[in-house]
Structure formats: C-alpha cells, structure tokens
C-alpha cells in the first residue's frame, strides 16, 4: 500500500515510522502514549446508527483523504489522522482540538456522502464527560400500539419531548424491567455532559 498516497498530509517521520511497523517482524508492539484515562478532547464524535458507519468505514482512506482536504479548504489546521468505528457511530481523532468551523465542515462531508442517510447523523462534537439518567415506572407494553416497548421509541420519545431539548445520548438507552413478571421498567440513559 502506498502510505503517502492514502495520507497526503502526513509528515514524512510518521510515514517512517508507520513502515518500519509494517516491515517489522511483528515480535514489537507499536505503544500509543496516552496520559489521559478518558477520551482526547483531539477526538471527534459522530454518532450515527450502524448502517451509515459500514457504508462509511468500506471506503475509508478515500474518507481521510478527503476531509483532510475539505479542511485544508477552509484554511484549517486541522488533520484527520485516523477514524474509528464505535458502538454509536465513528470516532475521527485529529492532531488538534477542532474548532466549531471544523465540526461543521466534518459534518457537512459526511452528510453529503454516497450511502450515508444524513438524518441518522448527529452533529460531530468532541469528547466529554457522561452522565446517567433513568426514569422510572414505564410500562412494559406500549398503549398505542400494544407492543412491547422497544429502544427506538424510547429514542424518539426522548427526541420529541421539551425537557430533553438540550440533552445528547451517549449511547442507546437500556431498558430493564424491575423483576421477571412485572410490567412496569426502568429506563437507563447516558447522556454528555454540557
């Protein structure tokens, strides 16, 4: 593979590096230096349901490649220097802490990209810290429709109701119910800090 090719805006030391790895024998791990025991403030979340995040990640260099450009564009100085899939989306860690500008123009490109359904892609922010919430004392069979309740309408739910206007979730909420025959659940959620 032509690692200059795939990278463009990767300085040559790193290029070295990465194909000293490659030509190694394997009996070397390469170590990550991380001081920090929670996400980079360097990593940007995109969260999207995981049929966008397969169509995203099969062509993945050419996505890395282009939002580096994308960003060179509007005269950032900002550097995609890998992309990872998570539970709830992708992960893009940057050389720096992005800007709102440079959440906006990531969001702009992934949203315009073949095969990705823009409405099932939350708007890219930066790592922070989670919080839980649960309610309490829903019932296991929904009203309206005599079904069993399920993540997604808790989810839209969630979405549709005023006192969520300012709330993101970490993750899809986790629903419980309080003992093997009741009817009544508790509902967990982890949402992002402000």
Known sequence: MKIKEAFPNLQNKKIENI?????????????????????????????????????????????????????????????????????????????????????????????NTYNIEANYVESPRLSQSKSFLKIISIPYISESTNTYISTEEIIKIIKENHIFNNIILALRPRIIKVSPKSDILIIWFDIWDA
């Open 19 to 111: 194909q000293k790895i490659i030509s190694s024998d394997g009996k070397t791990k390469p170590q990550l230096n991380m001081t920090t025991k929670r996400p980079s403030q360097k990593q940007v979340i995109v969260s999207m349901n995981s049929k966008n995040v397969n169509n995203f990640m099969k062509e993945l260099s050419s996505h890395i490649t282009n939002i580096n450009k994308v960003l060179k564009n509007i005269k950032s100085d900002i550097i995609a220097d890998f992309i990872c899939m998570e539970n709830s989306g992708l992960v893009i860690t940057t050389n720096k802490v992005a800007s709102a500008l440079d959440l906006q123009t990531i969001e702009k490109y992934i949203k």
